[in-house]
């Protein structure tokens, strides 16, 4: 599903609102995918648990792909979904751009590099991925420094901050190693992708200083635009 191009100057508010319903849909949908596979495990039997991610062992590197949609049960899915549709829906709404490089070295990084240190067990769930997500977000606003990001940042701040616990080995039977895998390439997705995205808000002339040798090639696209908004061109 390809999401509409952002508009960064702000001035087309109805595009806005159809990024942000797809970036939803796109995030309904994955979650969807993991509550369809957990119900056919409990009442199929599957044992997709076999799947996960098992460490230093090659059987294992079948989990790089499977293990982010395998769950233990229902409290388990039910603990990543709510975190896992505000990330996803706010990294590809924000951050279109960046999301396409992201999202899927988060969703492989985040089992991959517990591949090589972590317990002799299996690892399951999509916490790993959720945990990069949210350290995306977290720290892009604060890279980024615009207002909309950082209202972000906070919003993760206060929602989930009790979460950074998990990336430490004190709960049993939680794959710590995962959390921390995950959020660790999140932080470094944000620092590569920093420049994506960038927000650009409309400029008027008389914004535009004297002496200035040249106008930037945004504000003549997002002025042309408004003026072709207003005369009701197509």
Known sequence: MQLPRPDLSGLNPQQDRKRFKQSLRIALLAAGLLWLLTLLDQFLNL???????????????????????????????????????VGLTTILYIYPQASRRALPLIYFASSALAWFFARPSYHIGASGFVFGVLAFLFLSGLLRRDARTIAVSLMVWFLYAPMIWGILPIKEGTSWEMHLTGAVTGVI??????????????????????????????????????????????
């Open 189 to 234: 997705m944000a620092i590569l992708c920093r420049k994506l995205d960038a927000i650009k808000l409309k400029q008027y002339s008389w914004e535009v200083e004297d002496g200035d040798d040249e106008v930037p090639d945004w504000y003549l696209e997002a002025n042309h635009a408004d003026r072709k908004n207003k005369l009701g061109e197509d």
């Open 47 to 85: 044992h997709l648990v076999r799947l996960g991610l098992y460490p230093r062992q090659l059987s294992g590197l079948s989990g790089v792909l499977f293990a982010p949609l395998i769950h233990s049960g229902w409290a388990h899915l039910l603990n990543n979904t709510l975190p896992l549709l």
